[in-house]
């Protein structure tokens, strides 16, 4: 791993005061034609184009290690910072933020505040995408026999806690309410608040165990309200949004419930996850303006897991708009340090240097 020059520049730039922090980022907000971003006091469009830091090569989260291996977070974020990325999405899991219902770790909290200031010093923005439970050990038992009312307002004091640990840094490029919620159909009571898991991690969640005589749809805009307005209490400055899986439109069979033009309006800009299928670049595109209701759209996740880098560089070219960002993965590794002699290696390898190339071109 090629991470100690990297991670001492990042410590060293760490040290530097809150002034001096303050003056390298400007915080991000909608554009006024409502299609894209700008630095707020510059007026500059600013496109992004960054990963998600979901994971490390061994597949453990960052609360996993950050304490332990600061250094080698303050590694990643150089290099995340060297292929080009100027945003980063962190995943909070709520068991590792929440003591309590309604009490906060403030270690957690405080290692938080640890990681504004390392994206601050190297000039990242962060996607603070919060209340996770990928990993179904790290889940309070109390949590999950919570009613719906009481795991709500269980998931409004999250956010407030990291709203107001947040708030006054411009290193903060959004608040993503939850990775891929979904509001289960009629037909019976769940017992599980987890989607099926995909390896070892849950990244799908239910927001009711129970439908009832409900709208899909109205669900999810009232728990989209509530947790906007935790937020709200704290921070009214940066912008919040939800990670959307690509099948939430209003179309028949699956769905989430959470129908773009119907849950969107207490959100800032729409985030969707989209991997395009190879030979099916268009459907992809499709798929992507069912999301356009009139806020800019940022491609949260993709990678070319079922299409080949070339095509999903076409997928982003042709995407915008109503695209204006995108983001990709990092799992703590430079595109020459993977394996080219195994499939996934080559893969990951060549992807990652095709990403920074056109993220210099992106910012040019």
């Keep these: ?40 006091k510059s007026d500059t469009a600013f496109t992004p184009w960054g990963v ?79 209340l996770g439970c990928y990993h179904k050990r790290d889940v309070p038992p109390w949590y999950d026999t919570l009613s719906e009312p009481d795991r709500w307002a269980a998931q409004a004091a999250f956010w407030e806690a990291v709203a107001k640990t947040c708030a006054a840094s411009d290193a903060v490029f959004c608040y993503d309410l939850m990775n891929e919620p979904v509001v ?44 906007t307005a935790a937020v709200r209490k704290h921070d009214k400055r940066h912008m919040v949004t939800v990670g959307l899986v690509d099948w939430s439109l209003a179309k028949p069979g699956l769905t989430s419930g959470f129908v773009p033009s119907e849950v969107c309006g207490p959100l800032d800009f729409v985030a969707v996850h989209l991997y395009p299928k190879s030979g099916k670049v268009d459907q992809a595109l499709e798929t992507l303006r069912g999301f356009d209701v009139g806020k800019p759209i940022v491609v949260e996740e993709m990678f070319p897991l079922g299409c080949s880098s070339e095509e999903l560089l076409e997928f982003v070219d042709k995407s915008s708009p109503p695209a204006a960002g995108w983001l990709s993965f990092y799992w703590g590794k430079r595109p020459e340090e993977y394996d080219d002699k195994t499939m996934a290696g080559a893969i990951i390898g060549a992807w990652l240097k095709k990403f920074a190339a056109k993220g210099e071109a992106l910012q040019k």
Aim: hydrophobic content about 45%; glycine content about 10%.
């Design 184 to 227: 289960p159909g009629a037909g019976g009571k769940r017992t599980d608040w987890l989607g099926p898991p995909l390896g070892d991690k849950h990244f799908v969640q239910v927001i009711s165990l129970e439908l009832g005589t409900r709208r899909r749809p109205d669900v999810a805009k009232a728990w989209i309200e509530k947790l």
């Design 52 to 130: 998600n830091y979901d994971r490390d090569e061994q597949g453990r989260l960052i609360e996993d290690y950050w304490d332990a291996e600061w250094a080698a977070v303050a590694g990643d974020f150089a290099e995340m910072r060297d292929l080009g990325a100027n945003v980063v999405r962190v995943h909070l899991q709520f068991g590792k933020f929440m003591a309590a219902a309604d009490r906060p770790n403030e270690a957690a909290l405080g290692k938080l505040r640890q990681l504004l200031q390392l994206a601050e010093s190297t000039g990242l923005y962060l996607d603070v995408t919060g």
């Design 1 to 40: 791993m090629v991470r100690t020059t990297a991670a001492i520049i990042c410590l060293c730039l760490a040290t530097l005061n809150d002034g001096e922090r303050a003056d390298a980022l400007e915080r991000v907000c909608v554009a006024p034609n409502g299609r894209g971003f700008v630095l707020e």
